[in-house]
């Protein structure tokens, strides 16, 4: 995904430790879990059309092969 190790999440979390303050940062961090939260389901939401559209053009595809084989003879029974 983005490889990010623990070593340099240390550093980032301590970075913004000093650079927004204790009092601001679990508000900062609220608001970016929301960004974070909504971005994931914007990306999984295209992810799942896009897979329904492929889904439909299978289907689309199947549809036009049965079209051009013409009706299947029924089965006749096994002995």
Known sequence: ML???W????VVGAVALVAIGPK???KV???LGRW????RRAF???QHDFERMGFEVEQEERRKEQQE???T????PAP
């Open 3 to 5: 490889d990010i190790a």
């Open 7 to 10: 070593p340099e999440l240390l």
């Open 24 to 26: 601001d940062l679990p």
């Open 29 to 31: 961090m609220h608001t």
């Open 36 to 39: 974070v939260g909504k971005a």
């Open 44 to 46: 999984l939401a295209i």
């Open 69 to 71: 084989k013409g009706p």
């Open 73 to 76: 003879p029924p089965e006749s």
